[in-house]
């Protein structure tokens, strides 16, 4: 299968919309995608079948495009698609002269592509592959780039951002209560000064954020119990240290949950525990800790931490990558927290996890990446609940967060700033579907999939129809 932009046309109210065309053994698809992360993605779509098949159709939407443009595809021997955009509507052109223009631009195309089939034999198709999802995107309240969101229910949607890109100033909490329709702007007074990179919500009321200071200082947790009309604020770093910082929240289940931090020269990685639904956090003890990498920790990302049932939680670190290089490892308890394991890895030594997902006890994802160089990212995967990992391939640069699609299987989407991957075996192979800068993803049972990304976009995964 294939998947690509043959083409652009200009349109009213729409910077750039460019005709995507994804070609299977017996179809070719084309859709016109109104690509602007300021307003909706709008598009329409029209699908011709056929092998050795030369097509004409027409996609009209009037919104944001306001005319009809039409279209030609051609089906090769090797499924090879042919695009031109006619501009607007032919219905004022004689039907002689139609025909002898779709003729012409026919002939032209199916040149094309019987020569580029001759030259290049056909891949196999994957029947998988052909089912390639998108994001719908949405305007939220704010501009500022979301690194964190948090899926509850059908309904409910909450969102945080602060400190991509080194900027300042830009914290922000935001809450949906209508499926991603219309946003609130409920971040914690003051809270502009901090970088929320996560954010845990177990209803409309109930969430709790990590806020990172922009200046050396302690990490906060805030906590709220009326969908952020007010913040309490649960948790105070005692021993903030320059050089590190709490990093993620995770929780079993409404009452307990736990949050990691870096080492901060101690000789283990410190881990905060809650009984109460976040009102109160105590630190674990370290007995039942495996001694860390002397200065290694976890990256900031909100999902570096992720929990599986009742009593099973992974995180990753981010290595070390001066000095003494040291790959990141994986931590697990079977016990809430109480005891933990650690798991060397193959990931290479110049990146770090920056993100973690399991679909049950056993079967787990980790991404990342060089936070020095994002054209560096991995993906590696695990079957035997985080024992032991193995390289897959490489997603198109640093990815920042992981998520299995609830109910398809292995299925998982990888999000980060070069664009977006889908796998459809469980995250041994990774295939690009989007190139918008997307910074947090998180799916839910029974809501789906909604990512986060720079200028305050907020998208829902859709795939088509089976």
Known sequence: MSSEPLGSVEAPDCPEVVVVATASATSCSVVLECRDTRADICHASSSVHGRGAICCGRVSH????????DFFVVIGPSCGCSFQPFGTSLRGMGVLARRSMFRVYAFVGLVIVLAVSAATPAPGVSARAAGLPSWHFTKTATRHALRAVDVVDRSVIWASSGGFRGAVNDGTVLRSVDGGRSWQDVTPPGGTLYQFRDVEAFDRNHALVLAVPREPGPTRFYRTADGGVSWQLVFRDPNPSPDALYDCMAFFDHRR??????????????????????????????????????????????????TQGRNDAWFGTAGIQTGTPHSPQVFHTRNGGRTW????????????????????????????????????????????????????????GFRGSVAWVWGRGETAVT???????????????????????????????????????????????KFPRR
Do not use: Y
């Open 257 to 306: 949950g736990l949050a990691v931090g870096d080492t901060a020269g101690s000789e283990f990685l410190p881990i905060q525990a809650t009984v109460d639904g976040g009102r109160t956090w105590r630190l674990a003890p370290t007995r039942g800790m495996p001694a860390a990498v002397p200065g290694d920790g976890a990256l900031a990302s909100g999902t570096c931490l992720v």
């Open 341 to 396: 394991t650690v798991a060397d890895t193959p990931i290479p030594a110049s990146t770090g996890i920056a993100s973690m997902a399991f679909r049950d006890r056993r079967h787990g994802l980790a991404v990342g990446g060089n936070v020095s160089n994002f054209d560096e990212g991995f993906a590696a995967r695990t079957s035997d609940g985080g024992k032991s990992w193995a390289l897959a391939d490489t997603p198109g």
């Open 415 to 461: 999000v980060g700033i070069s664009g977006s991957d889908v796998s459809f075996d469980g995250g041994r192979s990774w295939r690009r579907f989007d190139s918008t800068v997307l910074l947090g993803i998180n799916c839910s049972p029974h809501a789906g999939c909604w990512a986060v990304g720079e200028n305050g976009v907020a998208a829902q995964l």
């Open 62 to 69: 009037r919104s944001p495009f306001q005319r009809l443009i």
